[in-house]
């Protein structure tokens, strides 16, 4: 509210160069409390990029301790697995599972099952992951600035041939936000996280542990993050802050000219 009692308070000035950079700089303000900012793992998935500083991740642990210390899954080939009519493709450890991928090939694609495992249907535009043999698969994301945020997601099973099902978590950094599991075949229905704040550089991490058998452990994962309309972030506050004191100055700076 500071800034924008500066912006309006220069305004009065009746110097209609000041008057217009004040309403440029309020209208800005106001533009950047209104509108939010939103993340989608599945809209936003590259296949091309998987590094520290891209905004969504894929990593993996050796392990199941959540110490926040991820690496990433280092190379993009065929997911595990044959598939039909097409392999959707995944980010994998050496080609295998953990595993993250989104089916980005326009039609739904069909597990064709060999000895002691069954079919099921990676649908089309839908995230998969997979654990390994005792280690985590990890869905990461990096705050691009210190705000507040909406995190919607979800963790379902797309194999219901068999296994015990898996444990999921939902960490800032390495803070629990959330957790359950679920039994083959489960869900943890849609799930929602209002007003968490996040630092920039932060991680948003979405876990899938394996709970003890990775075998029929293909989950489907959704997570949207959203800022909080009406709040700006550090950036922005930090930007418009700026722009309210340098026009300030310069209203004053112009009265006393045009009075002298």
Known sequence: M???TVI?????????????VC?????????SQAQATSYDAVADFSRLTNTDTSTW??????GTVRDGIYLLLPIFTDAAGMWSPTNPGAWTLAGTIPEIGVNQTGSDAHFIPGPGSGPFTWPNNTMSVHPGSGDLVVLSWLSPASSFFDINFSFSSLDPNGGNG???????NTTNLSSGS???GGASGTMNLNNIFVNAGDRISFIVDPNGDYFFDST???ATINSVAGVPDSVSSLAL???SLVTMFAARFLLRARLA
């Open 2 to 4: 500071k800034a924008n």
């Open 8 to 20: 309006l308070s220069s305004c009065r000035k009746p110097l209609s160069f000041a008057s217009r």
């Open 23 to 31: 309403t440029v700089a309020l209208f800005s303000l106001l533009a």
């Open 57 to 62: 991740s894929y990593r993996y642990q050796t």
């Open 166 to 172: 898996i444990a999921w978590f939902v960490d800032l």
């Open 182 to 184: 679920y039994l083959d």
């Open 220 to 222: 489907k994962v959704t």
């Open 241 to 243: 802050l700026s722009i």
